[in-house]
């Protein structure tokens, strides 16, 4: 188990405060599904799933900033609901989700962005040549007078939109075009594939250092069987608010809880519970420190820290609860550690 860095504890703890900032001096953004009747003044525009929102997404989105500033504009970022992979690959079992779109819209809210368009994906939109897709929408109903893209991005059908073309199509329509550079962290370029990746190993000092924040599980509270209550460990079972949100692996985690406006200390359990449940089913458990109130029914959020250990089978209920408290000593020492 990898223990939190020096610089994300910092981070962690500086995040809320300049989303909090960020969202007193920014000006709201504007949020559109589809492009119909849009008036957006001089749109520099961006494109992409940006799931996650992670570090390199925010380096184009600063950049798409800066150029819209320059040429007299308004940033603007065209995203997809839902995942592209999920209508181009549905014999896929299970996408996952890094960002829901509530929370997508969240973040690029306090990054300051101007506009937000959420167009559906389609297999129409996904077979619409890049050609079509810049003169008829990015340009002809759009606006478009910047196009700021990743150091890989492609668009169009069979992705065939590559910078290089593009350039091509910006002196035909007279548009700017940037491409940004790739952006490393520890000589590692940053992608939401290697975020999955990291997720499904359980390396969460990763996963939320590629982020930029904590990676968070977001739900309701729902009714349990209440066998960690009888053991001295309730928990609070949630159901997220989007099934395709991305979980880690199983096993426990050390965890701050956001409920009822306040923050706590936590350990969390994902898993199917094969101690206790030959369902098979994977709950999603929170037991929180210092917390003696019922909760059912009101929104949770869950920031993954570090992950403990891995799921397993213990032959009984006590050694089960012996276990839980060795979990919850070393998940108040995690949690201590980034004050």
């Known amino acids: 188990m990898r223990e939190i860095s020096d610089f994300l504890r910092l981070w962690l703890f500086v995040f809320p405060f300049l989303l909090y900032f960020c969202t007193v001096i920014r000006k709201q953004m504007e949020l559109h599904y589809g492009i119909e009747n849009l008036h957006i003044s001089n749109p520099v525009v961006t494109i992409g799933s940006f799931d996650g929102v992670h570090k390199g997404h925010v380096q184009v989105i600063l950049s798409l900033k800066r150029v819209a500033e320059r040429l007299g504009g308004q940033s603007v970022i065209i995203s997809f609901e839902p995942h592209p992979r999920e209508v181009l690959y549905p014999q896929e079992k299970h996408v996952g989700l890094l960002t829901t779109l509530e929370e997508k819209i969240g973040i690029l809210e306090t990054l300051g962005v101007g506009h937000l368009i959420i167009l559906p994906f389609t297999h ?175 929104d949770i959020r869950i920031a993954l820290l570090a992950h403990i250990r891995g799921e397993r089978k213990f032959e009984n209920l006590a050694e089960l609860a012996s276990q839980l408290q060795c979990d919850r000593q070393e998940a108040a020492r995690l949690l201590a550690l980034q004050g």
């Open 124 to 298: 129409s939109l996904a077979d619409l040549e890049y050609t079509d897709f810049v003169r008829d929408l990015l340009v002809g109903q759009i606006g478009m007078k910047g196009l700021v893209i990743g150091y890989d991005h492609r668009f169009g059908k069979n992705r065939e939109g590559t910078f290089e073309k593009l350039k091509t199509l910006a002196a035909s329509y007279h548009f700017y075009l940037e491409q940004e550079e790739v952006y490393e962290e520890h000589k590692i370029n940053i992608s939401s594939t290697k975020i999955r990746n990291a997720l499904q190993r359980g390396d969460i000092s990763c996963v939320n250092e590629f982020l930029g924040y904590a990676y968070s599980l977001r739900g309701k509270v729902v009714a349990g069987d209440k066998i960690g209550r009888g053991m001295g460990f309730p928990t609070a079972n949630v159901a997220l608010d989007d099934a395709r949100k991305l979980l880690p692996v199983s096993g426990v985690y050390a965890v701050q809880v956001f409920v009822g406006g306040q923050r706590y200390g936590g350990m969390l359990n994902i898993g199917t519970r094969p101690t206790v449940s030959r369902s098979g089913e994977t709950r999603i458990e929170v037991n929180i420190f210092d917390f003696n109130r019922e909760i059912y029914g009101e």
